[in-house]
């Protein structure tokens, strides 16, 4: 059976938790390719909600083997204390594996996220301050450490005297912070890898192995297209390859072997951090007034829009369709999950954008010049609504009012991809399947 990828399409915490642990029970490996430890993806199992970082949200389930893949970036101090969270509450995470060619985020990478920051002052991205930018630097730079290099302490020693040689020196003079010995990091580094050991393996091998033997295999993105380090909003983006391209690169199974793509796109439109956001409904504290300030208001408490990383509020705005279509093309999309439904049941209207203006122009793609998508001005589209009608409880299509039906068959149509799922609420029953199949 070809592999399924599972994206975010706008701006991160769309709902790819909920959405990969429900169907995580039919895949037999399910596997992080991007990212690290800036994701925050939440699933909602019976009373439990947990909040997964790392580790792939298929864990839940014992047949799903939960994969690293050689994209990610791991801090093997948060994911060792994630492995004991999931532990303590029940979790499994024995048969988790780690791709010995991962990269290793660092102490002072950490430390360098944060000062960076710092300099760009209000200009600043708005990262999670995990040191994922700084690490995947390194990568690119040829200069990183592996997770195979913290298995072997000679060489780690090594690795991490010369990244020493040049990264004190930048700590100390140009952002005056504090600087780090080789044998501070070892005490602190070499326990993690007495615990990661047994669960370092060869994941190309065993990911190409496992498709040979006619394995169905599910990767997990983390962030989003619009956070992609080449098709976001370059540079409000992270430093990785989250679109569905990112799989075959963070994972070394090759492209030809991608049969679906599932989009997870939320109702509406959620940002952390900075950059342009055409459709923010902004909050008083950020200049929103009167209607402005009041949907933005409400979309952030009826939906919950507080980080799971970080606690930061999310910044709110309508769904927009251009971006919805973009990230149909971008990604190759085959599916849409549509999320968060049940939180537009407030609201007399919704509104969607179907197309940007900038200085008399119109624009119906997503503009590649940051300085325009930065002003557009969004075109609603505005569709009656469904207020104060409960659809939590709905589970077939026909069950949804009729005004929610031809919102999202206004949504499919528009952006050109079918919506085969959509969540209307947290839980893993809440869920209504539209022409959905696992097989294509
Ligand atoms: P991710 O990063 O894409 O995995 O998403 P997050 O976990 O960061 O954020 C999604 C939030 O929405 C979580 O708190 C989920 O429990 C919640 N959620 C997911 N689907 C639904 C839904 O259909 N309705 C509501 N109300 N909440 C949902
Ligand atoms: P999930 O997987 C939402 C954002 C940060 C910041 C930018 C760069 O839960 O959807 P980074 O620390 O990655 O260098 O920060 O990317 N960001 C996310 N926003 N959800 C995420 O992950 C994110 N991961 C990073 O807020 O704007
Ligand atoms: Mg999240």
Known sequence: MPSTVLVGTQWGDEGKGKITDLIASHYDYVVRYQGGNNAGHTVVHGDTKLALHLMPSGVMYENATPVIGN????DPGALVKEMAMLQAEGVSCDNLKISCNAHLIMPYHKDLDGADEKVLGKNSIGT???GIGPCYQDKAARKGIRVQDLMDEKIFRLKLEAALAQKNPILDKIYGLHTYTVEEICDEYLPYARILAPFMAETTQLLNEAKRAGKNILFEGAQATMLD?????????????????????????GAMAIGKVIGIMKAYTTRVGGGPFPTEQRFPENGGVGEEAETGEALCAIGHEYGVTTGRKRRCGWLDLVIGKYAVDVNGLTDIALTKLDVLSEFDTIKVCVAYEHEGKRYDYC??????????????E???????????????FEELPENAQRYIEYVEEFVGAPITMISVAPERDATIYRNWSFEY
């Open 367 to 380: 503009p590649m010049q940051q300085s325009v998508l930065f002003h557009a001005k969004p075109i609603y």
């Open 128 to 130: 999670t301050k995990r």
């Open 382 to 396: 505005e569709l009656p609504g469904w207020k104060g009608v409960d659809i939590s409880e709905c589970r077939t």
């Open 229 to 253: 380090i080449d098709h976001g909003t370059y540079p409000y983006v992270t430093s990785s390859s989250c679109s569905s391209g990112g799989a075959p690169i963070g994972t070394g199974v």
């Open 71 to 74: 994209g990610v970036v791991v």
